[in-house]
C-alpha cells in the first residue's frame, strides 16, 4: 500500500479527496464490480488507505461521494428541464436518453445504487431515496402533470411510471450475461442504447396516451 | 466443481439438501438480504455446513439450487402459457402477473440474480442466463410474434421487450428506500402489485399496438 508521498499531502484537500473518488470509479469500471477493496484504492490513487476514513468516514461514505460526484450534474439538469420551453413528450425524450446515458457512462452507478438501497444499512438507503430518486421522481410528475393538462398523457400514478420508467433504463446495463447468452450481443452500444431510448420513448408515450 | 448427482442425492438424503435450500431462503426473506453466512444456513437447517460443499459445492452452487428450487415451477408454466389456447394480449398479462408474483413471493430472487449475473463470477452469468433469462425470451418472443401476426402488436425487437419487461416487474421489489422514503408505502402490498401488473400491462400493450 502506497504512503502519500509529501506532495500529496501538501495538496489542496478537494484533489486528494477526488483523487480516491476518481480512482474508485476506474476500478469499478475497468474491473466491471462494485467489490473493489481499500487497498486497490489507494494502490491506484498513490494515497494511503486511511484517507478514505479521514475524508469519507468509510467505505459506504466514499461510494455515496463517488455516486453525488458522478451524479451531482445530472441532477442539476432535471429542474430546467421542467421548465424549458419545448413540449412534455420531448421533455420525456429528453429525461430517458439522460437516465440512460448516466447508466451507459458510469456502468456501476445502478449496481452501487441498488448496494446502498439494501445492503448497506438503512441510513444509506434514505441517502438514496432523498438524494436520487426523490429529484427523479419530482421531474417526472413534473413533467406527467404537464402532458395531462396538455392532453398527452393519461393521469398516471407517479410511483408506478416511476418503477417503470428507471426499472427499464436501468436493467439493459445488469443484463450483460444475458445480452451475451442468449442475444449474442457483445455490449452495449451507442447504436443499442440509442435504440433502446427511442423503444422507451415510443412505448411510454403511445402507452400513457389518451385513447 | 464436483457434485454428487442428483440420483444419488435423492436416493441418499434429498430432505437435508431441501432443508438447506429452505433454510437459506427463509433467512434470506427474514433478514433481507442475500448476504447470509453458512454458519446461518448450519444453524437454521440443524445441519453441518459442510453439507453445502457436499450437496451443492460451493456456496454459489447453493444459490443456483435455490433459484432453481423456486424458480423452477414458474418456468415450467411459460412453454403451456405459449400453447394456451388465449389471446396474445391475455397470455402477457398472465406473464407479467406471473413475473411479478414470483418477485413478490420471493422477494430475494432479484438481488440473487443480480449477485448471480455480474458478481460471482461468468459461470454463473452464464446459467442464470440460459436457465432463467433464455425461457423468458423465448416465451415473450413466441406471444410477441403471435400478437404481431395476429395485428395486436407492432414488430417489435424482443432484446428491446425483454429489458423493458423484466426491468420494470424487477425494479419495483427494490426500491423498498425509495418506496418508503418517497411515497410514503412502507411495503408492496397485494393491492400495489395488483394495480402495477394492470399498469405495465396497459402501457405495454397500448404502447406496442398498431397506430
Do not use: W
Amino acid at each position: 500500500m502506497a504512503r502519500p508521498s509529501r506532495k500529496n499531502m501538501d495538496a489542496d484537500t478537494p484533489s486528494a479527496r477526488d483523487q480516491l473518488l476518481d480512482a474508485t470509479g476506474a476500478l469499478m469500471t475497468e474491473q466491471r464490480t462494485i467489490d473493489i477493496s481499500l487497498a486497490e484504492i489507494a494502490e491506484r490513487s498513490g494515497l494511503n488507505s486511511a484517507l478514505v476514513k479521514y475524508y469519507f468516514g468509510s467505505k459506504n461514505g466514499l461510494l455515496v461521494a463517488l455516486l453525488r460526484k458522478v451524479l451531482g450534474p445530472r441532477m442539476a439538469e432535471l429542474e430546467p428541464l421542467v421548465h424549458a420551453p419545448m413540449a412534455p413528450n420531448e421533455k420525456l425524450r429528453i429525461h430517458i436518453n439522460g437516465v440512460v446515458n448516466t447508466y451507459f457512462k458510469y456502468p456501476y452507478v445502478n449496481r452501487l445504487m441498488h448496494y446502498l438501497m439494501t445492503e448497506a444499512g438503512q441510513e444509506y438507503g434514505k441517502i438514496i431515496a432523498e438524494e436520487f430518486a426523490r429529484p427523479l421522481v419530482d421531474t417526472q410528475s413534473a413533467i406527467l402533470k404537464e402532458g395531462q393538462s396538455k392532453g398527452l398523457f393519461l393521469e398516471t400514478d407517479p410511483l408506478m411510471f416511476y418503477f417503470h420508467l428507471v426499472g427499464a433504463c436501468d436493467y439493459l446495463f445488469f443484463g450483460r450475461a444475458t445480452l451475451d447468452h442468449v442475444f449474442g450481443v457483445q455490449e452495449v452500444t451507442q447504436d443499442l442504447k440509442r435504440r433502446y431510448v427511442d423503444h422507451i420513448y415510443q412505448t411510454l408515450t403511445k402507452g400513457l396516451a389518451p385513447a
